[in-house]
Structure formats: C-alpha cells, structure tokens
C-alpha cells in the first residue's frame, strides 16, 4: 500500500467517524461522543482516528482500512452501540434534522417513547 492510499483512507474513514458522531450530537441528547484524529491530537498515532465515550475508546488505524472505508461506519456504530448508554439520551428537543440510525437505536431501548 502507498502513502497516497493510506492518506486518502484516512481522510474518508474521519468523514465517516465524524458524520457519525455529528448525527448522533443532532439526535439525541446524553452521553458524550468525541472523537479526534492524529491530524488534531498529536498522542494518536498517524493517520489514526479515536472515539470515545463513556471511558472507552476506539481507535481506527487508516492503514487497517485501505480498500474497506465502506465498512468503518458500520463497524463503529456497532462499537458505539456497545458503549453508550442509550437509556441516558433524550432526543434532541426542536432538532430540524434527526439520524434515522440513531432514532432507530434509541427507539428500541426506549420503545414507549
């Protein structure tokens, strides 16, 4: 693999992260979510990405990815399904645009609404 695929892997697997972790801070309200990615936060190692939340963290290694970006959403929204506490959250009150998979998700823990 090339520096160019490892760049450019990195760049779409932070879109995906960060999309993700935008639709979730737009539909619900509750346990924080972050996430970083070596470009912001130097202890992370290179083009590498990191969520967080509840005292867990992933981390993405854009190597590990090269060829299979169209499977990091997935596989880190089943990481964030494991990790936060969805019996917390509260939709987000006046949201004008809600994430149908988190919606989703909330919905089944909370199933009377």
Known sequence: MTVDEVYLTHQAVQQHVAGLVIRYGITL?????EFAHSDMDGSLPAY?????????ELVLRS???VGRTDEVEARVFGWLLAH???HA???QT???R???EWLRAWQRVHPDG
């Open 29 to 33: 309200e509750g346990p924080e979510v």
């Open 63 to 65: 190597e590990e990815w």
């Open 48 to 56: 590498s990405v990191r969520v967080r939340t509840g005292g867990h």
């Open 89 to 91: 959250a509260k939709l």
């Open 84 to 86: 936060v506490d969805l």
């Open 98 to 100: 809600i994430a149908p």
């Open 94 to 96: 006046g949201s004008k």
